[in-house]
């Protein structure tokens, strides 16, 4: 059988469990075998996953085969029409057209169908543990598990896209789940209030690239991505309308992954359970902003526009530059675990941003090599993120989890003694950090999952993220050098500093989780046991760590260029020409370039060393007596017990400053939307609501008391008596008469 | 025992006269093909079975529960009711076995401007050249399909309603009265119909609605009455402007004139055609005004809206879903039906105040529902803000404009009924339509929860819900006439999305502990809906995702319908006029 044949079963499988999941849920309601087999409909949820896991992998090693094997073409599959419809063109003709649906498959896409198709499957599994184990979702987590389901069909009808219009619609159906997932809990009025809030902040950037995409149809035609991205297409079209069109669909990225100035949903978008957090806010749809931006590529490759469009490069790299600056400076004072990751998460997604603004405007300005460098670094990095992320979020999840459960049983034991006790615990926050410590012993596999998981978003030397991480910090300052790159200082300036916030940040988020004394008798209490959670860290952790045979395969060059690139024949000689370049900054040409050789080193210290090392010295600390964490990581534990009992200082200054205070606040963006909501939206529309109560139908009733105050003046002259009728008909008879003669 | 035995005899009574009345209607159906057949074979599947059929049937069946004694009506409720939505269930299976071609074999989607389908003319009133003339194409079916699909399931969900022996026949009658208007090709029995349909609505407003009742039915009723004597003044000049033909006074017309909208809009398309400007310029903007004007009161569209948010709050739940559904359809279908093609040279020299007009009722329809803390009136707001669109999507002059539009009347067609059965559900079970006045709806009323969320998400323009393709298809057209423009509407989407959501956070979600409830329901404690509105809810959901998931169901004889405007070779009205800009 064909693979493609198949292919459509990828999006239409989960789309049809989800109403089967939701019917069933509601028959069999608190039934006992509905609970413990079916797991409310987690297993129908996993099943299909998995056979869709396996569809995907099918077609994506088929692709990377057809690569490798020099006869590669992009997979494209036809599906049918949907409409027909004419259209005026500008000269008058009427010219008929049909919008068809359709699958296409090519080397951005593969990598992000991996991505979404893994992290589904095994975030579904982690729900399993997670979801079902929890007596508050009791009876309705078969509503989780369809939306959950219904999501994954809209990430993989997204990826699968053959135009954009298709894009924008699975698009939309994520922004839906992602609303009704956030809501999950819908009596919390907090949860109610954030997914409103990621609603409609999404929205108005979907607005805008439903904008773009109306600009898209009147230049090309058509949305499909075999006729936009041709490059005469392109070249015939007017350069203005399309970089008004690539502007407006960059707004709609932006609001999508959550980026100054439209990010301010995402940290209370952790309002929803943490297999969501994992999954929406962190693994995949954010990225589908990415997604967005780097389908925009052949807009600037083409030889027409050459040199159009590098302000708008420009404006990408920026953004995330700011992002990934502000992101990481609020994660500094967050305390609740899933916050922290939240912030990171965008920080993340911006430095992804600010590589690929790097990559257009080194293709726009004709730097093609460089320009594939950098695409590739910035969707390797969007691979290593999601993987990582995801693990983190789980991980986050897991602590969480066993959290809620030791306080619980901590609870109902004081329940016994003393009610006084049981009152006060109530407020207990089972995210923040400040009520954890000490757990890296209790829980060997999250400690370890999480420890890999932080190296590989910080950029530890040869786990995860540092692969790609490099290659994008390496792209900005390169972009400086280069004619007309000077403005590329700020985001080069901004990612490099960044890089440090991100050691700080994620190290102190590790340290004050996993290492010292248990702050409070809950976390004392903590055990690892909930099962299915283990599987997807386990699995995750092998992922970020096998990223450096990624790297060596050659994944970022395959991406970037779309060439013969993996081939696990070149294994060692390609990885030791990744590292060579990695730590030597060695370029194609066998020579070591000095000035990325700087920043290269330069990166590496401020996220490897001055980051983690004020982390540990404020938030460092050995584990209590008698505890022994796993052998690797317990060294990471004493090193910053040692460490903080040696350089401990005083940042309570600090702490207390305004500065830290706006941080916490996250920069007052929250309140200054909510004021724009409350003192300009809201009274404009309730002075439109009066406009029309009062005015409008004001005329209308006053049309008709008017009417009725004339009938009732008329009505005065009916007396009844025959003198007035006399009086009046022959003063109606004159009136005639006087007419007649004035006629005539 | 006995009163199981009287209960027993009562409902055999009843199940013989429901029996009856669908035996008789159903070898009244089979047979009357072999009476009206002509010598074509193409059988008048409208006349007696669409229009004929309800409107008698609702009349006898009001009759036979009215010769019940005082007290004893209610027992006529349920064969009543039984039998009223056995007649719109026929109804619907003749107008679903029309559009697959299952009968009459018909290809909606190849239809010239100004041909019809299953078209029939009896003689009417000779004496004034008034003939009986129903006909269907591109535009009317998709009108005549959503009322026969509106009104069942509009049935079951008010199934319950008080005094329902009166109710439904009522709503039977009401899908006479709007097919009649839909299928007219007569403007005489247009504008009978037209008015016919004012009646209905006016005695359900009046019998089941809210405690303003009386004035929101007047208000209605003199409202819109008002504005459709204007078309009437308009009907009648064109009647006068024609030249008397010898052809009519020797067939026994007196007046040598016609009312046949069929000759007018051949009329119109000869003139067009060979470049020249039916009746003069300065006549056909008047009488393009003039229509226009009755129109737009019914669509509604800014400033003439503020009947409908008073009609929407004060009538019954059925009464909302068929105005709302259905009635308002009419507005935008007259505007095709009559001013757009007969008048194209005025079309294009107002095509700018009509999408000033779309414009304003769109984003000032939006504002207005921000503002609005009645749930029932921020709907009849939101409807206003959407028919908007169409009048956006008429004034972008192209093809894929008028499709849009047409499929919007038809999308809004079948959500905006279920945005008041949901309403209507929320009135019924908490005795309120405040919004915030209580919390937590998810909890204690799951499936109300649900259907408005699913409702709430089809209106806003959610991707594969039925709205977004009109709303894709519009913008996309109106960019190409008014360009940056656009960016007004697209943002009125944000503002959509608000009210929407607003609406939701504060009645469906949130009620931590302690549910709140509203004052208004005493000591009632809050239940779910009942199973007919919850099966009403369900077919109303299944529609909205079938024609979003698969528009090309009817967007062909849509496009097909739009395209036959503007194409010469199909009789295009609007090649010569549009076609230069």
Redo the contacts between chains.
């Keep these: 059988m064909d693979v493609s044949e198949l292919a459509i079963l990828i999006p239409v499988l989960p789309i049809v469990a989800m109403p089967l999941i939701l019917l069933l849920g509601r028959l069999f309601n608190g039934n006992e075998k509905w609970k413990g087999l079916w797991k409310e409909g987690g297993t129908i949820a996993v099943a299909v996953l998995a056979i869709v896991f396996v569809l995907s992998m099918w077609l994506i090693v088929g692709h990377v085969a057809a690569f490798t094997e020099g006869s590669g073409d992009d997979f494209v599959s036809d599906v049918g029409d949907w409409v027909t419809y004419s259209l005026f063109t500008e000269n008058g003709d009427m010219k008929v057209q049909d919008f068809g649906f359709g699958l296409q498959l090519d080397h951005i896409s593969v990598m992000l169908l991996f991505v979404a198709s893994f992290l589904c499957l095994l975030i579904g599994i982690f729900s399993l543990g997670y979801m079902n184990t929890d007596p508050v979702n009791e009876n309705r987590n078969h509503r989780f598990y369809a939306e959950f389901i219904l999501f994954c069909a809209g990430m993989f009808g997204m990826v699968l896209a053959d135009s954009f219009l298709w894009l924008f619609i699975f698009w939309e159906i994520m922004g839906l789940c992602s609303y009704l997932l956030i809501g999950f809990y819908y009596e919390r009025p907090s949860a109610a209030y954030a997914a409103k809030k990621a609603f409609l902040t999404t929205r108005v950037g979907d607005v805008f690239l439903f904008v773009g995409l109306l600009i898209m149809h009147a230049v090309f035609g058509s949305w499909d991505f075999a006729v936009v991205f041709d490059a005469s297409n392109i070249g015939a079209a007017d350069a203005g309308l399309i970089k008004a069109m690539l502007l407006l669909m960059f707004i709609g990225a932006v609001g999508k992954s959550a980026q100054f100035p439209l990010h301010v949903w995402l940290p209370d978008a952790m309002e929803g359970p943490t297999p969501v957090s994992a999954l929406i806010h962190a693994a995949t749809m954010v990225n589908a902003g990415l997604y967005l931006v780097a389908r925009m590529y052949p807009f600037f490759s083409a030889p027409a526009v050459a040199g159009e469009f590098t302000d708008v490069a420009l404006l990408i790299a920026m953004i995330g530059g700011i992002t990934a600056c502000m992101a990481a400076a609020i994660a500094f004072v967050q305390d609740d675990i899933k916050k922290v990751l939240a912030y990171s998460t965008m920080s993340q997604l911006a430095y992804i941003f600010t590589g690929l603004g790097a990559a257009l405007w080194f293709v726009n300005k004709g730097y093609t090599e460089l320009a594939a460098f950098a695409f590739g670094a910035s969707l390797f990095h969007l691979f290593n993120h999601a993987m990582a992320k995801g693990m983190l979020f789980m991980a986050s999840g897991s602590v969480i989890h066993e959290m809620h459960h030791a306080h619980h049983e901590l609870a109902h034991h004081g329940d016994d003694h003393d009610d006084h006790d049981d009152h006060g615990e109530d407020h207990f926050d089972c995210q923040d950090m400040t009520n954890m410590g000490g757990l890296a012993s209790k829980m060997p596999i999250t400690a370890i999952a999480m420890a890999a998981g932080s190296a590989s978003i910080i950029g530890i030397p040869l786990i995860g993220g540092f692969w790609s991480k490099e290659g994008i910090v390496g792209s900005t300052w390169k972009a400086v050098l280069q004619d007309g790159g000077g403005l590329f200082i700020i985001p080069a300036l901004l990612v490099l500093i960044t890089a440090g916030m991100t050691g700080f940040y994620m190290s102190r988020m590790w340290f004050m989780t996993f290492a010292g004394k248990p702050k409070t008798p809950v976390a004392a209490g903590v055990h690892e046991q909930t099962p299915f959670i283990p599987i997807p860290l386990v699995a995750l952790t092998g992922m970020t760590l096998a990223a450096i045979l990624f790297a060596g395969l050659g994944f970022a060059g395959w991406i970037g260029d779309n060439a013969n690139h993996l081939s696990l024949g070149h294994l060692p000689s390609h990885l030791m020409h990744e590292i060579m370049h990695a730590f030597l900054a060695v370029g194609s040409d066998g020579h070591s370039d000095p000035y990325l050789f700087m920043i290269t080193w330069i990166t590496i210290g401020l996220s490897m060393l001055v980051g983690p090392f004020y982390a540990m010295a404020l938030h460092g600390g050995s584990l209590a007596k008698g505890e022994k964490a796993h052998w690797s990581i317990s060294w990471l534990v004493s090193l910053s017990g040692k460490i903080r009992r040696k350089y401990n200082f005083d940042n309570s200054a600090w702490s207390d400053s305004g500065i830290s205070n706006a941080l916490k606040r996250r920069l007052y963006f929250d309140e200054w939307y909510d004021n724009l909501m409350l003192k300009l939206v809201v009274p404009f529309a309730l002075a439109a609501a009066w406009f029309d109560k009062r005015i409008i139908d004001g005329a209308i009733k006053g049309i008709e008391s008017g009417s009725q105050e004339a009938s009732k003046g008329i009505r005065q002259l009916t007396t009844g008596s025959a003198r007035d009728y006399i009086m009046m008909a022959a003063l109606g008879t004159l009136a005639l008469f006087l007419l007649i003669w004035g006629l005539i | 025992m006995s009163e199981t035995r009287s209960r027993k005899a009562v409902f055999e009574k009843e199940f013989t006269v429901v029996a009856t009345l669908v035996v008789l209607a159903g070898a009244f159906l089979l047979a009357f093909p072999m009476f009206f057949e002509d010598a074509v074979g193409d059988i008048d599947w409208i006349t007696i079975p669409m229009i004929a059929f309800p409107i008698l049937g609702s009349l006898i069946l009001l009759a036979l529960a009215s010769q019940q004694p005082r007290g004893m009506k209610e027992r006529m409720a349920f064969p009543v009711k039984a039998a009223s939505l056995g007649f719109s269930l026929f109804i619907l299976v003749i107008s679903t076995a029309l559009f697959f071609g299952w009968i009459g074999s018909i290809d909606w989607t190849n239809i010239k401007l100004n041909e019809y389908r299953i078209d029939h003319e009896y003689t009417w009133i000779n004496s004034l050249g008034i003939s009986w003339h129903v006909g269907l194409d591109g535009l009317s079916f998709p009108m005549l399909w959503l009322t026969t699909l509106i009104i069942p399931i509009t049935m079951i969900s008010t199934w319950d309603e008080k005094s329902s022996w009166y109710h439904h026949p009522l709503l039977l009658m009401m899908e006479g009265a709007l097919i009649g208007v839909f299928v007219a090709l007569d403007l005489f029995m247009f504008y009978v119909f037209w008015e016919l349909t004012l009646i209905p609505m006016f005695f359900l407003i009046l019998k089941w609605g809210g405690k303003d009742r009386r004035y929101a039915a007047q208000?209605f009723f003199i409202?819109t009455f008002t504005a459709s004597l204007v078309l009437l003044l308009a009907i009648v000049t064109l009647y006068f402007l024609q030249n008397p033909s010898q052809y009519l006074i020797d067939k026994g017309v007196l007046t040598g004139r016609t009312f046949s909208m069929v000759e007018m809009t051949s009329s119109a398309q000869m003139a067009a055609n060979s470049g020249n400007t039916w009746l003069g310029s300065s006549m056909q903007n008047a009488l393009f005004l003039m229509m226009v004007l009755a129109f737009i009161v019914k669509l509604p569209a800014?400033?003439f809206?503020?009947?409908l948010p008073?009609a929407h709050v004060q009538a019954p739940t059925a009464g909302s879903m068929v105005l709302a559904g259905v009635m308002l359809k009419m507005g935008a279908y007259g505007l095709f039906r009559l001013p757009m093609t007969l008048f194209p040279h005025a079309l294009a020299e107002y095509q700018d105040w009509l999408m000033i007009i779309g414009m304003i009722s769109l984003v000032?329809g939006a504002?207005?529902?921000?503002?609005?803390i009645n749930l029932k009136r921020m709907v009849a707001y939101s409807s206003v803000s959407h028919m908007g669109i169409v009048l956006l999507g008429i004034a972008s002059?192209?093809?894929?404009g008028f499709?849009g539009a047409i499929f919007m009347m038809f999308a809004h067609g079948i959500i905006s009924p279920m945005l008041f059965a949901v309403c209507g559900s929320f009135k019924h079970h908490y005795h309120t339509l405040e919004i915030g006045s209580l919390r937590?709806v998810?909890?204690t009323s799951p499936y109300m929860g649900v259907y408005m969320?699913f409702a709430w998400?089809a209106s806003l323009g959610?991707?594969?819900l039925a709205g977004?393709?009109a709303e894709?298809?519009v913008?996309?057209?109106f960019?190409?006439e008014y360009g940056w423009l656009?960016?007004l509407p697209?943002?009125t989407?944000?503002i959509t999305?608000?009210y929407y959501?607003?609406s939701?956070?504060r009645t469906?979600?949130?009620?931590?502990?302690e549910v709140v409830l509203p004052d208004t329901m005493g000591d009632d404690s809050p239940r779910d809906i009942s199973p007919w509105e919850n099966v009403g809810n369900i077919l109303m959901a299944l529609l909205i995702v079938l024609f979003g998931v698969l528009?090309?169901i009817i967007?062909?004889m849509m496009?097909s319908y739009?395209?036959a405007h503007?194409?010469q070779h199909m009789g295009g009205l609007l090649r010569l006029v549009?076609?230069?800009?």
């Design positions: 208000k409202y800014v400033p809206h503020t009947w008073d000032y504002m207005v529902c921000l503002g609005q002059m192209q093809p894929l499709a937590g998810a909890k969320m998400m959610l991707p594969l977004f393709v894709v298809a913008l996309v057209a960019w190409m656009v960016l697209a943002l989407l944000v999305a608000a959501l607003w939701m956070q469906i979600f949130e009620g931590d502990g528009p090309w967007w062909g496009s739009a395209d503007f194409y549009a076609g230069g800009a």
